[in-house]
């Protein structure tokens, strides 16, 4: 089987290999975020802030639900150094989130510091925390969110591949459930 083939092969695994009731638990979440005029906080490192950001543009345009990612140049830089870039995402979530906020962290490997201190913080507070991992499956993240998602693989690329997939396609599932 050449690369390509085998890639895909991969690539088309991993997305099927997910908990539809979780999926569904998740959008259920949204929806009552939506229902309770609350918001949405979506992070990411690297790769993953692009998800995030692509992921709040759709769910805000299609969804009409409140929904940010914090991808400013200058926030990100300002909050990382005056709070260390281990700090930046729960400093943000700090100032922004309040009760019935929901926490959406993706991160490849769940093992990140800014991560594992930002669903560190959103749990003390009590916010609901939803994760999309990688890697090892006993990874931070994985382990402490109220719902987890979880990819079997080391590679980058099918990993933030099948979250954007999963993400992009719950919001077309909840744009089809016309609420």
Avoid at 25 to 46: M, T, Y
Avoid at 70 to 97: H, R, V, W
Avoid at 126 to 153: D, R
Wanted: some cysteine; charged content about 25%; hydrophobic content about 40%.
């Amino acid at each position: 089987m050449n690369f390509f083939s085998s890639y895909l092969k991969k690539l088309s695994s991993e997305v099927y290999n997910i908990d539809i009731k979780n999926l569904e638990k998740l959008g259920k979440k949204i929806l009552e975020v939506k229902k309770k005029n609350k918001k949405i906080l979506i992070f990411g490192n690297g790769g993953s802030i692009a998800i995030a950001s692509h992921v709040a543009v759709d769910y805000a345009k299609n969804l009409g639900i409140s929904i940010s990612s914090y991808t400013d140049p200058s926030l990100l830089t300002c909050f990382s150094n005056d709070y260390k870039f281990e700090n930046y995402i729960k400093k943000i979530i700090e100032l922004y989130a309040r009760k019935g906020d929901v926490i959406i962290l993706i991160s490849s490997s769940g093992k990140s510091k800014n991560m594992i201190n930002a669903i560190k913080y959103a749990k003390s507070k009590k916010m609901f925390t939803a994760t999309f991992t990688g890697f090892e499956k006993n990874n931070f993240l994985n382990k402490h969110g109220n719902i987890s998602f979880w990819i079997n693989s080391r590679n980058y690329n099918i990993i933030e591949n099948t979250h954007q997939i999963w993400l992009l396609t719950l919001c077309d599932y909840l744009a089809k459930k016309k609420f």
